[in-house]
Structures are given as C-alpha cells and as structure tokens.
C-alpha cells in the first residue's frame, strides 16, 4: 500500500514532466540551422548581431544596439514552420543568462497581420534563469504599439518565435540561450 501511495504522490510530476515538450536544444549546434538574423538594418539603422554557438554547450545571441539612423533593435528568429504544438500548450520555457538587459520572447502567428507579433518582455539578471512565459502574459504589437483586442494565442498555429532586444538599451548586448521548450 505505501508504494501505491507513493507512486500516486510521484504521478502528477511525471505527467507534468512529460507534458514538456522541447522546441529547440542548443547544446546541439545544428538546432541555430533554422534561427537567422533580423536588425534595424532593415529601415536603415545600424545596428549588430549575431547567433552563435557556444563550445559549452548553448546558443549566444549578441552585439550592438545602435540608435543612429533611427535604429534601435537586434533580433534573431525561426524560419516560418508549424510547430504542431497542440491546443493545450500553455506557455514557452526558456533558459537563458543575460547581461543585465530587457529582452522580447517573441511568438508569431498566422492569426495577425504580417509583422505583428505576440511579445513578453524578461529582465536578466547575468545568471542562468528560466524564464515561464504563460500565453496568457503576451501582448500582441506591431512595431513597438500594443494591439488591442487581438486575439489570445492560439499554438496551433504558431509559426515562428524569436528573441529581440530594442528599448533604447545602446550598446553592447550578449544573452546566452540554453534550450527552449514548449509547456
């Protein structure tokens, strides 16, 4: 009877366990294939970066945010996919070690308009952190403006995430990323 009631104690951790599901996992460099980069450069700013991986095992995304010429933002996306997440999915787990900066988890679906995006801004702390980001804590926006009344995410039809860093922090930038999971 006490294993029973032991296993009974354990069961609910098994299947939240086992309710993860793991997107992208860094410490196989091939995972940054689909990942690819995405600056001010595109309206003319001048800022860089780059998404890289690191021989101990983990993605970096880094380099300068520059204000000139209107600039200010970096990031670094998936290629379009569908992820087959199912309806139950509720949020993004990501572990990661910042330098101290704001970042944007970025989520795109195909229910907004291009370019719009589901984001949850994370502070960092300069150690490993993992990050809970619920859908539920998402703002859809379009170029920095928050969209009222969009729709919620729905992860069936989610297409693409992406890491972005913007909110006039000038400067040299790094934030090590680890693994990426779905919950």
């Known amino acids: 009877m006490k294993l029973f009631a032991s296993l009974l104690f ?26 690819y980069i995405v600056n001010d450069g595109v309206m003319g700013g001048l800022s860089k970066s780059s998404f890289k ?5 983990y993605a970096v995304f ?3 945010l520059s204000l000139e010429n209107n600039g200010g933002f970096a990031s670094t996306r998936t290629r ?9 999915t509720q949020g993004i787990k990501i572990r990661v070690k910042g330098d101290g900066k704001k970042y944007q ?3 795109h679906t195909n229910a907004l308009f291009d370019g719009a995006a589901y984001r949850y801004i994370f502070e960092t702390s300069g150690e490993w ?3 809970n980001i619920a859908f539920s804590q998402c703002k859809a926006s379009f170029r920095g403006r928050i969209i009222p009344d969009a729709p919620a995410i729905n992860p069936e039809i989610i297409q693409q ?3 972005l860093v913007a909110e ?3 400067g040299n930038f790094m934030l090590e990323i680890e693994w990426i999971n779905a919950y």
């Open 53 to 57: 991986f690191h021989e101990d095992g």
């Open 129 to 131: 952190q993992t990050i």
């Open 105 to 107: 988890f970025r989520i």
């Open 80 to 88: 379009t996919t569908d992820f087959n997440l199912h309806s139950s």
């Open 10 to 35: 354990l069961f609910p951790i098994m299947i939240q366990h086992s309710d993860s599901q793991r997107l992208f996992d860094f410490s196989d460099h091939s995972a940054l294939k689909s990942w």
């Open 168 to 170: 006039k922090q000038e």
């Open 161 to 163: 995430f992406g890491i």
């Open 62 to 64: 880094a380099g300068n």
